[in-house]
C-alpha cells in the first residue's frame, strides 16, 4: 500500500469563540509527506486549528485547501484527512477488527476487500492476532495503534493527530513515537500533529510552528527554532525541554 501525502494550505485562518479571537490570522503552508507540529501552551488555539482542518469547526476567516481543493466548508466525512484523537475514541462495543473497517463502511468496498485492508492494517501497526480481541482487552499503547490504524484505512493523503501519545507512559510514548514516525515514513501521508511536549515536536517534525495566544509566532525546522528563534516566547518555550 502506497500513499501519498498532499499538501496543506491555511491561509489567513481566523476563529472566534464568542467575542474571543482564539485563532488570529494563521497561515502555514505543509508540504506534501512532510511531518509539521503545532506547539504551544495549553489553550494558544492549536486544537482549535486542528479541528479547521478536520471539519468539525468553521473559520470565521480564512481558506483551508487540501492539494488543489478547497476544503474551507467541506463536511468532515469528503475532506479526506485522517483523525486520531488524544482520548482514542474506539468503538468499545467493536472488535478491533470492525474499529479499523469503520471508515470502510461508508465507501463503496467489498468484504473481501475490507478485510484485506484491515489485515494490511493490522500488519503495518504490529498488532496482527489482536483483530477479535475488544478495545477494553488492550493496553493504551496497542489501543492508540488501533486508532492509527483506523485514520489510515480509507488511505486519506492527510493524517490529523491531537496529542495522541499524551495519555500514555514516557517509555510507551517513546516507543509509539517511533512507530508513527515508521508508519509516516512508509506511507509518505502528510501529517499535522498537535503537541503542547517541545521534546516530542523537535524530535519528531520536520517543521514545528509554534503558537502563543491564537497566533503562530514561528515556523521552522527544529534546529533552526532551537538555534535561532524568532522571539523572546519561541526562546522560553523552545528551552524548557526536560
Ligand atoms: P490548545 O489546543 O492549544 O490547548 P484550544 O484550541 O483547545 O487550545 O483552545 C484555545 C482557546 O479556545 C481556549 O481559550 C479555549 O478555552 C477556547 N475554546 C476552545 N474550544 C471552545 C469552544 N467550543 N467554545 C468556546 N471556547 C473554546
Request: glycine share 8%; charged share 25%.
Amino acid at each position: 500500500m502506497i500513499l501519498k501525502g498532499e499538501t496543506v494550505i491555511l491561509e489567513k485562518i481566523e476563529k472566534n469563540f464568542a467575542e474571543t479571537a482564539v485563532v488570529r490570522d494563521v497561515s502555514i503552508a505543509v508540504q506534501a509527506g512532510e511531518f509539521l507540529s503545532l506547539l504551544g501552551p495549553s489553550g494558544s488555539g492549536k486544537t482549535t486549528l486542528l479541528m479547521m482542518i478536520a471539519g468539525f469547526e468553521a473559520p470565521n476567516r480564512g481558506r483551508i485547501s487540501v492539494g488543489t481543493r478547497d476544503i474551507t466548508f467541506e463536511a468532515p466525512n469528503k475532506r479526506n484527512v485522517g483523525m486520531v484523537f488524544q482520548r482514542y475514541a474506539l468503538f468499545p462495543h467493536m472488535t478491533v477488527a470492525q474499529n479499523i473497517a469503520f471508515p470502510l463502511r461508508m465507501r463503496r468496498c467489498s468484504r473481501a476487500q475490507a478485510r484485506d485492508r484491515v489485515d494490511a492494517m493490522l500488519a503495518m501497526v504490529r498488532l496482527e492476532g489482536f483483530a477479535d480481541r475488544l478495545p477494553q482487552q488492550l493496553s493504551g499503547g496497542q489501543q492508540q495503534r488501533v486508532a492509527v490504524a483506523r485514520a489510515l484505512v480509507a488511505e486519506p493523503p492527510v493524517l490529523l493527530m491531537d496529542e495522541p501519545l499524551s495519555a500514555l507512559d514516557k517509555k510507551l510514548r517513546e516507543t509509539m513515537q517511533l512507530e508513527i514516525k515508521r508508519i509516516q515514513k512508509r506511507l509518505g501521508v502528510t501529517v499535522v500533529y498537535v503537541t503542547h511536549d517541545q521534546e516530542e515536536a523537535l524530535t519528531m517534525s520536520d517543521r514545528v510552528a509554534v503558537m502563543a495566544d491564537g497566533e503562530l509566532m514561528q515556523v521552522g525546522a527544529p534546529i533552526d527554532l532551537y538555534h535561532r528563534p524568532a522571539n523572546a516566547f519561541v526562546a522560553g518555550f523552545i528551552g524548557k525541554m526536560n
